[in-house]
């Protein structure tokens, strides 16, 4: 049997609360920091379960864990053995043949009611420099719905100390279970303190990077450590001879769950000379009210550079029309650039369909099943977990920032020359970077006619449907349960590749801040040897762009990439159709850029589809004022 998540609208009703700090200043803490509706997890077996999450946030040593709540839907017939416990220490001890869970502070039994198992621990825990584990227990004797099937409840997460797990057969000896399933427990400690209301720390990046000369701002984390949201912050900062203080208001502000964290831009005026400084930020006020939080001031080093280069992952991912999973790595990459626009930089590498004109001989990632997805050159991935690997891998600094224009050389259309430009934002030396071409097309599809012959080869194969569906950009073509999808346009097909790692010489090791490198490689379509490629290229060889990546040749990962425009000189675009348009517009629908439905599009930026009257429809991004 499998381990399985599902997403279950009954919870709806039992979704986590927040309390507000009564007077004895008792507060919720949860690594449900969004509050999600839980999901619910298990292994579809008869078997005792023990579920726990570790507490060892420093700001909360002395403090009291009083209780704990979480959701719990098998019936009584189908659990027994409920208890709630804390321990030190995850340790299983071997009786009667099987390994059970000891804990080593206390243990109680439990009566689930209502769907929750809610409970005040007999003797409050008072938490140490060391930490605790809070968790609870089960078995399941027998399965008679979905909840006895997965009974655990978690949340999207990934927070280290979210979510640790032992059973009776299927997993028997305690695991970190957060990366595996990108998740957390549901579960949310009571916990009893001398807290503020208005209350916040600040964190700061290892070190911060910002250009020369103009107003900038810094990405920060907060972390509310008080009974109230987090609505608004008084911050002074200051580096070397540069300091300030600012106000702002938050577009959502912190819940007050304990512990519960958000990147927060602050804006910050111009740093007028390069150098490296140190940077105190200081967060003053927490809606209005003074912050004695001791965790209100942060430092980090500073670098006050020329510019700072945008980073833009690579991402690279393998499909082929035959693939049922594969529409998962469509929608996954439609959607990253619905968001994202131009900086979102993905190559498509197809297997056994009409785009795959790169063989696998010359792919630059082992492949041993589809879809898979790699970013950076990193581990592999399902297609899914790309959004998540991105955007840490955008957060971090890169030295060097590069461009890439390119345009055909004749009139015929078979040759095209790109120029890469690379520039470093400090000095660099010794280094091992190349750059590495990719020839892309957007908007290729197949055959409209059902009789021609190649027809059945563009019709991309479907297992998703509305009891398996996919969420995002498109992803309604999908989510109808047909198994063949027709009139697909498929976009960010890699049809050459110069080097997997980058052209030998085609940079320095030495680089200056400032001082730009160029290099220059030719498509060169013609030959028999090209007729695949070339015969792709003229369904519209003005939808051919440059992928230009700067390649780390001797750990062999990317270190960054850009886009160049389309060949005929207009812009490339993170929002393609993805369907033949044609025929009158008769409705118009919008969806965020998550791919929810918006009714009433407020201020900000949707995607926009328009039905047509054929049955065909076509996809805009638009900004919405108001």
Same mark, same amino acid.
């Given at each position: 049997?499998?381990?399985?998540?599902?997403?279950?609208?009954?919870?709806?009703?039992?979704?986590?609360?927040?309390?507000?700090?009564?007077?004895?200043?008792?507060?919720?803490?949860?690594?449900?920091?969004?509050?999600?509706?839980?999901?619910?997890?298990?292994?579809?077996?008869?078997?005792?379960?023990?579920?726990?999450?570790?507490?060892?946030?420093?700001?909360?040593?002395?403090?009291?864990?009083?209780?704990?709540? =979480?959701?719990?839907?098998?019936?009584?017939?189908?659990?027994?053995?409920?208890?709630?416990?804390?321990?030190?220490?995850?340790?299983?001890?071997?009786?009667?043949?099987?390994?059970?869970?000891?804990?080593?502070?206390?243990?109680?039994?439990?009566?689930?009611?209502?769907?929750?198992?809610?409970?005040?621990?007999?003797?409050?825990?008072?938490?140490?420099?060391?930490?605790?584990?809070?968790?609870?227990?089960?078995?399941?004797?027998?399965?008679?719905?979905?909840?006895?099937?997965?009974?655990?409840?978690?949340?999207?997460?990934?927070?280290?100390?979210?979510?640790?797990?032992?059973?009776?057969?299927?997993?028997?000896?305690?695991?970190?279970?957060?990366? *595996?399933?990108?998740?957390?427990?549901?579960?949310?400690?009571?916990?009893?303190?001398?807290?503020?209301?208005?209350?916040?720390?600040?964190?700061?990046?290892?070190?911060?990077?910002?250009?020369?000369?103009?107003?900038?701002?810094?990405?920060?984390?907060?972390?509310?450590?008080?009974?109230?949201?987090?609505?608004?912050?008084?911050?002074?900062?200051?580096?070397?001879?540069?300091?300030?203080?600012?106000?702002?208001?938050?577009?959502?502000?912190?819940?007050?769950?304990?512990?519960?964290?958000?990147?927060?831009?602050?804006?910050?005026?111009?740093?007028?000379?390069?150098?490296?400084?140190?940077?105190?930020?200081?967060?003053?006020?927490?809606?209005?009210?003074?912050?004695?939080?001791?965790?209100?001031?942060?430092?980090?080093?500073?670098?006050?550079?020329?510019?700072?280069?945008?980073?833009?992952?690579?991402?690279?991912?393998?499909?082929?029309?035959?693939?049922?999973?594969?529409?998962?790595?469509?929608?996954?990459?439609?959607?990253?650039?619905?968001?994202?626009?131009?900086?979102?930089?993905?190559?498509?590498?197809?297997?056994?369909?009409?785009?795959?004109?790169?063989?696998?001989?010359?792919?630059?990632?082992?492949?041993?099943?589809?879809?898979?997805?790699?970013?950076?050159?990193?581990?592999?991935?399902?297609?899914?977990?790309?959004?998540?690997?991105?955007?840490?891998? *955008?957060?971090?600094?890169?030295?060097?920032?590069?461009?890439?224009?390119?345009?055909?050389?004749?009139?015929?259309?078979?040759?095209? *020359?790109?120029?890469?430009?690379?520039?470093?934002?400090?000095?660099?030396?010794?280094?091992?970077?190349?750059?590495?071409?990719?020839?892309?097309?957007?908007?290729?599809?197949?055959?409209?006619?059902?009789?021609?012959?190649?027809?059945?080869?563009?019709?991309?194969?479907?297992?998703?449907?509305?009891?398996?569906?996919?969420?995002?950009?498109?992803?309604?073509?999908?989510?109808?349960?047909?198994?063949?999808?027709?009139?697909?346009?498929?976009?960010?097909?890699?049809?050459?590749?110069?080097?997997?790692?980058?052209?030998?010489?085609?940079?320095?090791?030495?680089?200056?801040?400032?001082?730009?490198?160029?290099?220059?490689?030719?498509?060169?379509?013609?030959?028999?040897?090209?007729?695949?490629?070339?015969?792709?290229?003229?369904?519209?060889?003005?939808?051919?762009?440059?992928?230009?990546?700067?390649?780390?040749?001797?750990?062999?990962?990317? =270190?960054?990439?850009?886009?160049?425009?389309?060949?005929?000189?207009?812009?490339?675009?993170?929002?393609?159709?993805?369907?033949?348009?044609?025929?009158?517009?008769?409705?118009?629908?919008?969806?965020?850029?998550?791919?929810?439905?918006?009714?009433?599009?407020?201020?900000?930026?949707?995607?926009?589809?328009?039905?047509?009257?054929?049955?065909?429809?076509?996809?805009?991004?638009?900004?919405?004022?108001?």
């Amino acid at each position: 049997m499998s381990t399985n998540i599902l997403s279950m609208a009954t919870y709806a009703a039992i979704a986590l609360s927040s309390l507000s700090a009564s007077a004895e200043s008792i507060l919720d803490f949860s690594y449900n920091s969004e509050g999600a509706v839980p999901n619910i997890f298990g292994f579809e077996k008869t078997e005792s379960y023990d579920i726990a999450i570790r507490v060892d946030d420093p700001s909360l040593v002395g403090c009291q864990v009083v209780g704990m709540s =979480v959701s719990f839907m098998p019936s009584a017939d189908e659990a027994d053995n409920v208890s709630a416990w804390m321990t030190k220490d995850l340790t299983l001890k071997k009786i009667d043949g099987k390994k059970v869970n000891i804990p080593d502070i206390t243990s109680q039994t439990v009566t689930p009611a209502e769907g929750m198992i809610d409970v005040t621990f007999d003797a409050p825990y008072t938490i140490t420099e060391a930490g605790v584990y809070v968790g609870y227990s089960f078995n399941i004797k027998m399965i008679d719905s979905e909840y006895a099937l997965y009974p655990v409840a978690v949340v999207p997460g990934d927070n280290e100390n979210g979510l640790y797990l032992h059973t009776s057969r299927s997993r028997l000896k305690w695991m970190n279970y957060v990366e *595996r399933i990108g998740g957390v427990s549901a579960m949310v400690l009571k916990i009893k303190g001398d807290f503020s209301a208005n209350s916040a720390g600040i964190s700061l990046p290892e070190t911060i990077y910002l250009p020369v000369g103009k107003a900038t701002s810094v990405d920060v984390s907060l972390t509310n450590h008080g009974s109230e949201p987090v609505k608004s912050i008084k911050y002074t900062y200051s580096a070397g001879t540069v300091s300030g203080t600012k106000s702002l208001t938050l577009d959502n502000p912190i819940k007050a769950i304990y512990g519960t964290s958000s990147k927060v831009t602050l804006p910050l005026d111009a740093f007028s000379e390069l150098g490296n400084f140190d940077m105190t930020v200081t967060v003053d006020k927490i809606n209005g009210e003074a912050n004695a939080d001791r965790f209100a001031e942060a430092k980090s080093p500073l670098e006050v550079l020329p510019f700072v280069p945008v980073n833009r992952p690579l991402v690279e991912e393998y499909t082929g029309t035959w693939c049922g999973y594969c529409p998962l790595g469509y929608v996954t990459l439609e959607t990253m650039k619905a968001e994202y626009d131009a900086d979102f930089i993905a190559l498509a590498y197809h297997d056994s369909d009409p785009m795959a004109v790169v063989p696998d001989s010359e792919w630059p990632s082992y492949v041993d099943g589809f879809p898979m997805a790699f970013v950076n050159r990193g581990m592999e991935l399902s297609p899914d977990e790309i959004p998540m690997v991105w955007s840490g891998d *955008r957060s971090s600094f890169v030295p060097v920032d590069i461009s890439v224009n390119a345009s055909w050389t004749d009139d015929t259309k078979t040759i095209l *020359r790109a120029t890469a430009t690379v520039t470093a934002a400090k000095d660099l030396t010794g280094m091992d970077y190349a750059i590495a071409y990719a020839l892309v097309a957007d908007g290729l599809k197949g055959p409209s006619d059902p009789q021609d012959k190649n027809y059945k080869d563009w019709l991309q194969s479907n297992y998703f449907d509305e009891d398996d569906p996919l969420t995002g950009v498109h992803a309604d073509l999908f989510n109808t349960g047909e198994s063949k999808i027709a009139g697909l346009e498929f976009n960010d097909v890699i049809l050459s590749l110069s080097s997997a790692y980058g052209e030998y010489g085609s940079l320095p090791s030495d680089f200056t801040a400032g001082v730009t490198q160029s290099h220059s490689y030719t498509f060169d379509l013609t030959g028999t040897e090209n007729a695949a490629i070339l015969e792709l290229v003229k369904q519209n060889p003005d939808r051919v762009r440059v992928v230009a990546i700067v390649m780390d040749t001797y750990d062999e990962v990317s =270190v960054n990439c850009n886009s160049s425009d389309y060949a005929d000189g207009s812009a490339f675009s993170g929002i393609t159709n993805t369907v033949t348009p044609a025929g009158n517009v008769i409705d118009t629908e919008y969806y965020d850029l998550t791919g929810r439905r918006i009714i009433n599009p407020s201020t900000g930026i949707y995607v926009k589809k328009e039905i047509m009257d054929n049955g065909s429809h076509r996809v805009s991004k638009v900004a919405n004022h108001q």
